[in-house]
């Protein structure tokens, strides 16, 4: 029997992954995404097959995180053996210039999914998209026992959808575990992440498009790893006979001054010549170091990291150099069928 799954947040970064993984898996996929006037589907454009023809397997629907009768329609319409949600306002920095709304959709926006699960007595398997974010200022490195201590208000969104996720899980019976997952990037990460923004501009200033790259702090110590190897761990979080809660990380420690003259060097650039520094991209409170022990997973899942930041930093390059080759080019986008 084909499983089904939804996922919310499918055209980010991780769900485009997610959606590729379980569709080669035999899934029929279903994915959430907002309205907008302007294509939004870019990310997962190549997965398109014509609903209309019977090996259609991927399937969206209009909706947001932020309105719960919503949810309550398309899950009972649904039916999913699977959720991940995945969406949220995910930008630290975004979050201290819009509080308020990171708290609605990245917070509340987790419970308004789990209680239309629960309102309809939907019988299905809930990953929560938890992040290394939630440990902020402790030690690391950082486990599945290291007490919270956000930094942010998206870090503070995230540790209540964790434990409304938890509360949900031992309250009703729900399977719902968290996924800690530490940074983790790809050449479809969003441009204003600090290594999206790193390796674009690589690539432009070796292109002679750039001359300058302006970052805030150099100093600031990261586990980054590859996001299709970390959805494969999503996906695994949900097979297990019993719900827990796994950190998900390389175990490895760079900071972005390491991943800057990774990017630079691979494209034989001096980062120095390019690199200034802008104080508006500094935190008001900063994070320091996360670094992630992923023990249990490795244990439990059998899962670890294969790909860490040096790799990672030279795929992401390549990619924003064989891009720039094609920019330009004429996008062709697809009628998407929605309900």
């Known amino acids: 029997m084909t499983k089904r799954a939804l996922i919310t947040g499918i055209t980010g970064q991780d769900g485009s ?45 209009y909706g947001d995180i ?58 299905c398997r809930f990953y929560q998209a938890s992040s290394s974010e939630m440990f902020g200022a402790a030690a690391p490195p950082q486990n599945e026992e290291t007490p919270f201590y956000p930094r942010s208000p998206y870090g503070a969104a995230k540790v209540y959808s964790y434990w409304v996720a938890r509360n949900y899980r031992e309250a009703y019976g729900l399977f719902a575990v968290n996924g800690i997952l530490f940074n983790h990037e790809s050449p479809r990460r969003g441009e204003t992440f600090v290594t999206r923004k790193i390796t674009r501009s690589v690539a432009r200033i070796k292109a002679g498009l750039e001359t300058e790259l302006y970052l805030g702090n150099l100093d600031a110590v ?73 023990s249990v997973a490795k244990s439990a899942l059998g899962w670890q990291a294969e790909v860490h930041t040096p790799d990672l930093a030279r795929i992401m390059v390549d990619a924003d150099l064989k891009a720039l080759e094609t920019e330009g080019s004429p996008w062709v986008h697809r009628a998407w069928a929605h309900d």
């Open 17 to 61: 992954y997610l959606a590729e993984f379980l569709l080669a898996k035999g899934y029929e996929v279903h994915g959430l995404i907002r309205r907008a006037s302007t294509f939004n589907t870019t990310r997962i454009d190549h997965l398109y097959v014509d609903p209309h023809e019977s090996e259609a397997k991927l399937f969206l629907h």
């Open 66 to 123: 932020t309105d719960g009768s919503r949810l309550v329609t398309l899950l009972a319409q649904v039916r999913p053996d699977e959720v991940y949600h995945l969406a949220a306002q995910s930008h630290v920095r975004v979050s201290f210039d819009e509080p308020e709304y990171t708290g609605d959709t990245t917070g509340l926006g987790t419970i308004r999914l789990l209680e239309a699960i629960r309102m309809i007595g939907l019988q």
């Open 222 to 294: 990261r586990d980054w790893g590859y996001a299709p190897e970390f959805v494969e761990a999503m996906w695994l979080m949900l097979q297990q006979d019993d719900p827990r809660d796994y950190v998900v990380a390389t175990g490895s420690a760079y900071s972005v001054r390491d991943f800057v003259q990774f990017a630079f060097d691979h494209a034989s650039l001096d980062w120095e010549k390019h690199v200034r520094f802008d104080e508006r991209y500094l935190r008001p409170t900063e994070v320091d170091a996360l670094i992630g022990d992923s």
